[in-house]
Antibody, heavy 119, light 107 residues
Framework: QVKLLQSGAALVKPGASVKMSCKAS????????VSWVKQSHGKSLEWIGE????????NFNEKFKGKATLTVDKSTSTAYMELSRLTSEDSAIYYC????????????WGQGVMVTVSS | DIQMTQSPASLSASLGETVTIECLAS??????LAWYQQKPGKSPQLLIY???SLNDGVPSRFSGSGSGTQYSLKINSLQSEDVSIYFC?????????FGGGTKLELK
């Protein structure tokens, strides 16, 4: 079965960076786009960007360009997102998701990573 | 960016009742609309795709409809396990955008 297992919660200081992981299993990792989604204040969802593991191609929401960096390690079927120059506005839960080609949307989600930015 | 406006923001209903959640896109999204359910403390789960197609394993009391800019999610015979936040999302044009969510509670 398809699973996306994300890394644990992070407490980081303002101005620092954080890198989180999303390990995929149960499907061919290189065949599907992986997206990252931010959930702030327990409700609203924002799409950050996506990466195609086979080629490393990326697309970003303009709002997150310069904030998020997406990479993959094909050998371990793991996607990564690094957020830089963190502020309190970056405190949120971050999800990785798989873009399913049959359903043309996000069909599987990781469990989420809570990032808290605080001094 | 395409704006997605959901209504209502919150909803209280009784067991067995039928509820409807609306989603309005700022432009025609040609049925490229999905609905997600997010239970407390969990990640969102796909319910409906292409506006009216039920995802595998989703109970048949859930249904989606709409076209153009107006879409809706209907839940027949509300069950206790349906208490969740529901989101619509367009996948017609990047950046993919979500509605603000509808919090469904039991009366």
């Amino acid at each position: 079965q398809v699973k996306l297992l994300q890394s644990g919660a992070a407490l980081v200081k303002p101005g620092a960076s954080v890198k989180m992981s999303c390990k995929a299993s149960g499907y061919t990792f290189t065949d599907y786009w992986v997206s990252w989604v931010k959930q702030s204040h327990g409700k609203s969802l924002e799409w950050i960007g996506e990466i195609y593991p086979n080629s490393g191609a990326t697309n970003f929401n303009e709002k997150f360009k310069g904030k998020a960096t997406l990479t993959v390690d094909k050998s371990t079927s793991t996607a990564y997102m690094e957020l830089s120059r963190l502020t309190s506005e970056d405190s949120a839960i971050y999800y990785c998701t798989r873009y399913g080609t049959t359903v043309a949307t996000f069909d599987y989600w990781g469990q989420g990573v809570m990032v808290t930015v605080s001094s | 960016d395409i704006q997605m406006t959901q209504s209502p923001a919150s909803l209280s209903a009784s067991l067995g009742e039928t509820v409807t959640i609306e989603c309005l896109a700022s432009e025609d999204i040609y049925s490229n609309l999905a609905w997600y359910q997010q239970k407390p403390g969990k990640s969102p789960q796909l319910l409906i795709y292409y506006a009216n197609s039920l995802n595998d394993g989703v109970p048949s009391r859930f249904s989606g409809s709409g076209s153009g800019t107006q879409y809706s999610l209907k839940i027949n015979s509300l069950q206790s396990e349906d208490v969740s936040i529901y989101f619509c999302q367009q996948n017609y044009d990047s950046p993919w955008t979500f509605g603000g969510g509808t919090k469904l509670e039991l009366k």
